[in-house]
């Protein structure tokens, strides 16, 4: 019998992971992730949870603290690429050193054969793709995890949609009234409210400054530039304005951003770099998606030194530098890359 450790965080994706994972004839071992030093009661809450299911289903689990490395890894990152005028997606930064990188060497050490968690996503072992469930898909975060690591890892969700797991969930008798207590995880774990929350307890960032058109001139005020991502559109002043400006880019050197009309967030080029790619080409032709929730645009790929210059064959908006650009072959998942800058 193969061994599965189940990352579980107490919710009902994760326990009904572990329960599928022990129907299906698996020894299931589960092991929660502390990632945050609170001492609200939170670990406490999730780890009550756990313990439930843990005890319903007769399996023991392990705590890993990686608090640590978490705010090396993901809460620093995001906190300085705010300050550099980037937008950060941490999510895919804890899927790669976290998740799966920490979690699975912890999994590995403890004589388990996989690693399973519950993603909406799925792998054969050499490829991503993505969860039958579009609404719930979480491919796009999983995109730079090494090559290496999915030979281990496990999507019981895969197939299912959202009501199917409520449905398993039910089976889970005296466990399944606090599994269904616990809220959503959020897409940021650490951000409560607004990202602008956290940035504030490390830096300064009301400080007004000038709004620029795309010429340089003054056109207005705003309120500080880390209050704004690329695309927005209100925060600030636009002197005589008669239709809605968007932000285009933020100058951190002197606290200026650049504002112009739609068209002005048209994009057209997309550099990417700190590739993880799962395929060998270095010109192909593929969708790739430029974020989360965006569609997926066809376009050229030619890779050279580390860096992917993208040719869209359709305009794009909003393209933030910072988030990740994500390469699909129909529903596979054949790489990714940070987006370095953009291009009309």
Known sequence: MKKVMVGMSGGIDSSVTAYMLQKDGYEVEGVYLKLHNRTDGYHEKNLGYIEDVAKYLGIKYHILDLADKFT?????????????????????????????GAMLKFAKEHGASYLATGHYAKTDGN?????????????????????????????????????????FGAELDVAYKRITEKSESQEICFVETVYTDVVKRHANIDIPGNVLDEEGNVVGKHKGYMHYTIGKRRGFTVDGAHEPHFVTKLNPKDNTIVVGKKNALEVNYVTANNLNMYIDD???????????????????????????TIKLEEPAFGVAAGQLAVFYDGQKVIGSGWIENTSR
């Open 127 to 167: 490829f991503f793709y993505e969860a039958d469930d579009k609404t719930k898909d979480q491919s796009y975060f999983l995109s730079q995890v090494e090559k290496d690591a999915l030979p281990y890892m496990m999507f019981p969700l895969s197939t299912h949609k959202k009501e199917d797991i409520i449905k």
């Open 282 to 308: 270095t010109n192909f032709k593929c969708g790739v998606k430029l974020r989360y929730r965006s569609v997926t645009t066809p376009c050229e790929v030619t890779i050279k030194d580390n860096k992917a």
């Open 72 to 100: 090396q890894e993901v809460y620093d990152y995001f906190v300085d690429s705010y300050l550099e005028g980037t937008t950060p997606n941490p999510c895919v930064k804890c899927n790669r050193q976290i998740k799966f």
